[in-house]
């Protein structure tokens, strides 16, 4: 069977380091944290009290009215904010497209906790009939792409992922296959997340998970550094637009970059932590490149998963090193992730931008805070300073807790 080409033309992004594409980027390649002292909440007596948050984010009333953007969870409004960027970029709305062949189609791995926190507290102190009837439109998973596909008219399939930390990567890649299989012209795909409450930062510290540096919150995320202690908590959204190749060049869109392999496998072995060896992280990377017809040694850069916990960066170094052989050395890897913390079920959209960008731009973000590598993570990091190198194919790897894993391999487009 002959699979249609798939095109991104469109990006919309938020997270800590900016709240649109551009000033992300920017401060990517500038290799500043986008991590500090939590704002939004009072934090005293949390066991952390840092996170990558998004700062002065106020949603824009045509995309949602004032009413409406008290009563919606923040991931709600994150995903109207990006997607509506991503939407304008690639000139979908102009399109020409049936409605009902553009779907929508998300990851999140939490849904609206921040609401859902808000509302017990309410039942608990003031009665059933005072918690709002918002409420649980407000917190599902699939409430972004509802509000988006209302907002814009968009007919086609409309879904949300739920895989934790690998969720906006997997929705990419179905979001992908929709497309190679015909059944749609047009995704809005990534993932949408907004966590940081005192509900995950308590769970995820209790678990041991979480960096506690919270004297020094813009190194706390030092990926495969011998001092990481643990991930950063982070929040945002990361949306791509994709479509028919052919269709997509026969409008005059503008072709970003295209999608040419997706691999999803599991590892299997425990319900946190990641196989030692990586061998679930190996058999997703070797699917996608099954689906691409991609030489191993086209691809140079990998966003990595990247959390900067003591395991997991010890176990993706080495899945990458069992796929590409001697080819490791010379790939480039970095993990945005000690820029952005940590955004769960929206880091792989967030991450597929950073790999897009670097095809586009020639210059590859850094891992920041990487002072003392440690010896069992010994490939090129792209330390602390971003760098120019021209790429073909760049491959992101999204992981999450079940032992869940991702890879998406994007092409340059020329």
Known sequence: MKFNRVAVT??????????????????????????????????????????????????????????????????????????????????LSEAGYAPEKIGVLFGTGLGGFPHIEANHKIFLEKGARRVSPFFIPSVIPNMPEGLLAIKFGFKGINFAVASACASSAHAIGLAATEIMLGRQDAMVTGG?????????????????????????????????????????????????????????????????????????????????????????????????????????????????????????????TQAIKKVFGSHANSLSVSSTKSMTGHLLGAAGGLESIFCIKALETGILPPTINLENQDPKCDLDYVPNKSKKKDIEYALNNSFGFGGTNSSTIFKKHS
């Open 192 to 316: 949408t997340e907004a966590v940081i409450t005192g509900y995950t930062i308590a769970g995820f510290a209790s678990m041991k998970a979480l960096s506690k540096r919270n004297e020094e919150p813009h190194r706390a995320s030092r990926p495969y550094d011998v001092d990481r202690d643990g991930f950063v908590m982070g929040e945002g959204a990361g949306i791509l637009i994709l479509e028919n190749y052919e269709k997509a060049k026969a409008r005059g869109a503008r072709i970003i970059a295209e999608v040419v392999g997706f691999g999803a496998s599991c590892d299997a072995y425990h319900i946190t932590a990641p196989h030692p060896e990586g061998l679930g992280a190996l058999l997703c990377m070797e699917q996608a490149f099954e689906l691409s017809g991609v030489k191993k040694e086209q691809v140079g850069y990998i966003n990595a998963h990247g959390t900067s916990t003591p395991l997991g960066d010890v176990a993706e």
């Open 10 to 91: 469109g990006m919309g992004a938020i997270c800590g380091l900016g709240n649109s594409l551009d000033e992300i980027w920017k401060n990517a390649l500038a290799g500043k944290a986008g991590i500090s002292t939590l704002e939004r909440q009072n934090t005293e007596n949390w066991p952390v009290t840092f996170g990558g948050e998004v700062k002065n984010f106020k949603l824009d009333p045509s995309l949602m009215d004032l009413k409406d953007q008290d009563r919606f969870d923040l991931f709600n409004q994150f995903a109207l904010h990006a997607g509506n960027e991503a939407i304008m970029q690639a000139g």
